[in-house]
């Protein structure tokens, strides 16, 4: 790791495993479907092990990305989103050819441009997308969700494949009680939901048997950070990706600055203060980020590292900062073994 | 325009020629050396430009973009920053070869490195970092930037290059002081400073002749942004670069969820609230950042967008957005005329 250049990320691949095994371990005790949400890692070999170790598909955020993992041999891929415009359908289309393919929904607008575009022959299996208390995209009530599957069932070119939503953080259960009415509403209906789609990570292992999801779509538990932290799920010992960084200037007895900036870690906040974790001296706090320098106030720690001494950063948002680098070096047992592209990162749409 | 997949970056070239020919014409009229700094686009045309019309030189965040570059015909670059360890001491050395290169150092660590890579055969400038306020890198004193300016000028592979600071943002008048007081020394000690390097984009136009200051390095001046606007500098019309993004949901009356979100917009904050100037909407204010959705309250907004339509977003801090697109798209007259790869983004190092 020392002829590694500043700033990096690595990644423990053995807390990648651990991660990857436990959740699959979670979701078979449970009776639920894994589809792991691939935004955080965007890493083909990734996706490729959680499918080996049970995931039923993935979940990709962007047409790009999901583009990217069919060809890396992924055959079944979510895109829980609304894909608009000619463009976006048309590859849509090509890639619906190429693998059991699935997308969202929260509006007439959005089925009836998926309607123009897909025909029965190689139909598009189209979920209903349900705000459950987000407050992001999706339907607004059971009642909202019924009338948009019979929208899409009617469509020939369409499948109704079930709800889907991003639950409130904190609160699965109001996402349940929503879920729970709009299955109800659906088969009284006759129209069943294939799938019920739900799941983040930081509620994860909340998650039990009985409920009405039928497949969860965690992301960052393969890599879990700062925020995971704060949200209670497991410690930094779990955290698999580091910023690798050096410390470039002290200009005074308790400030450090770090050559890992808002470029390589990200603006995003976390309920703990300060924009990540340094790995072995737990009192720092970041307090600034600029582009290329982190600076920290290590006022509270009994020793401070020296210029040229290098440090890991556990990120507070893993998912933007893997979205930052072209690369990503893989260590095992604390020796880099490998490099790898980002290939996912990057795509327009 | 209407042909552009979103999100997608947009940059209209006629602001651009506009603010980098206003911010030339006033370094001129105060006698100061512009050396615009290139971290904010990344684009050899522009950095190019930016030499055409007066700049005497560029400065760059770090070692890969200044390859790139030198790489592009730049022969004059500025690397305010302490360069530590051999891989990078070697690129250095190899960057030293093929352009006029200035960096800092900020310790005798970093001036030891320096020195013992370096020879008199091809020396390297080195300008002393001065923490005038800012409270990032920098020695803490006047006196502390002399005794640092000797060791530099002892050692025969360096060439003292006088003095650099990032000054305070609104308190320009702190850095004036501190780099006067600098300078009377240097002169008094018989090391005359050959350049004094001060300047951001926020306080750029209240520089004034006689400054202490030889050059200025702004950056965010090429594009400008919603945070130079809420520093009084310009307005949204001098805004640049804008990202295009496509209103993918509106899950209430007055919400509207867009199709660029963390991986597009970054979580920079800026004193306005929320994460974005929408064109056209002045009232709206984009509440929330999800990686792939911006989530906008209209409440405020006489008109809203419907679900397909397309809409543009000044960002909060434009140096980070560049810095996750791959490519920018160039537009004259409101028509899109090319499309170029952010050569220097992504660089290790």
Not at 18 to 27: P, S, Y
Not at 128 to 150: H, K, M, N
Not at 241 to 269: F, I, Q, Y
Request: proline share 6%; aromatic share 6%.
């Amino acid at each position: 790791m020392d002829q590694i250049d500043t700033p990096a990320i690595m990644i423990d691949l053995g807390k990648v495993e651990a991660n990857l095994a436990r959740a699959q371990t979670h979701a078979d005790s449970i009776g639920v479907a894994l589809r792991p949400h691939i935004k955080t890692h965007k890493l083909p070999r990734f996706a490729l092990r959680q499918i080996e170790l049970g995931a039923v598909g993935i979940t990709c955020q962007k047409l790009g990305e999901a583009e990217v993992m069919a060809d890396a041999g992924i055959a079944d891929i979510f895109v829980p989103y609304n894909i608009l415009g000619a463009a976006k359908l048309d590859r849509l289309a090509a890639l619906n050819r190429r693998v059991v393919l699935s997308v969202t929904a929260d509006s007439a607008v959005t089925v009836a441009g998926y309607a123009a575009r897909f025909s029965a022959a190689a139909p598009l299996n189209v979920l209903v997308e349900c705000d459950t208390g987000a407050l992001r995209c999706g339907v607004q009530s059971p009642e909202a969700a019924l009338a948009l599957a019979y929208r899409i069932a009617a469509e020939p070119g369409l499948r109704f494949g079930g709800l889907m939503t991003y639950p409130p953080r904190g609160r699965p259960a109001d996402a349940e009680r929503w879920l729970a009415a709009a299955v109800a509403q659906l088969r009284h209906a006759g129209l069943p939901p294939p799938r019920v789609s739900s799941g983040n990570s930081p509620d994860f292992y909340q998650s039990v048997a009985g409920d009405t999801a039928t497949e969860l779509r965690p992301g960052t538990y393969i890599y879990s950070d700062r925020m995971q932290v704060a949200f209670g799920q497991g410690g930094y010992q779990d955290c698999a990706l580091t910023v690798l960084a050096t410390v470039v200037s002290r200009p005074t007895e308790t400030r450090v600055v770090l050559d890992a900036g808002s470029k390589a870690l990200a603006a995003d906040t976390c309920p703990l203060p300060g924009h990540g974790h340094v790995v072995g001296y737990p009192e720092a706090v970041i307090t600034t980020l600029n582009e290329e320098h982190a600076i920290a106030d290590f006022a509270a720690c009994a020793r401070r590292p020296a210029i040229g001494d290098r440090v890991r950063i556990i990120p507070n948002h893993v998912c933007v900062v893997s979205n930052l680098f072209d690369q990503v070096h893989l260590v095992e047992n604390g020796v880099v073994t490998g490099l790898l592209a980002v290939a996912a990162r990057g795509k327009l749409g």
